[in-house]
């Protein structure tokens, strides 16, 4: 089984920072893609940004030149540095991937979630 356990988040006044950790644990061979998504009150899940093992990053439209998503394939851990934060990136984030594990085929895991309170 692999766990995925999110930390970081808080209650941030607008144009304050935060920086997001999600560590994976398990029978991991690999891990691929990992991602961050968020939900805010009364809305949809949405991707917020995403990162290869290769390194390569994608982001939503709204978070571009703001957040910036890394990892550490050694810890098999990936990070969200939120900078500038405004009221609307408040809600609870989630961190997934695609694991490998052994014995199995790849497939995608999900954290328990970290709130993030932007006041304005």
């Known amino acids: 089984q692999v766990r995925l356990v999110e930390s970081g988040g808080g209650l941030v006044q607008a144009g304050g920072s935060l920086r997001l950790s999600c560590a994976a644990s398990?029978?991991?061979?690999?891990?691929?893609?990992m991602r961050w998504y968020r939900q805010a009150p009364g809305k949809q899940r949405e991707l917020v940004a995403a990162?290869?093992?290769?390194?390569?990053?994608t982001y939503a439209d709204s978070v571009k030149g703001r957040f910036t998503i890394s990892r550490d394939n050694a810890k098999n851990t990936v990070y969200l540095q939120m900078d500038s934060l405004k009221p609307e990136d408040t809600g609870d984030y989630y961190c997934?991937?695609?694991?490998?594990?052994?014995?199995?085929?790849?497939?995608?895991?999900w954290g328990q979630g970290t709130q993030v309170t932007v006041s304005s």
């Open positions: 990162i290869t093992s290769g390194g390569s990053t």
């Open positions: 398990g029978a991991i061979v690999s891990i691929n893609t």
């Open positions: 997934n991937a695609d694991v490998k594990t052994w014995g199995a085929a790849i497939r995608d895991y």
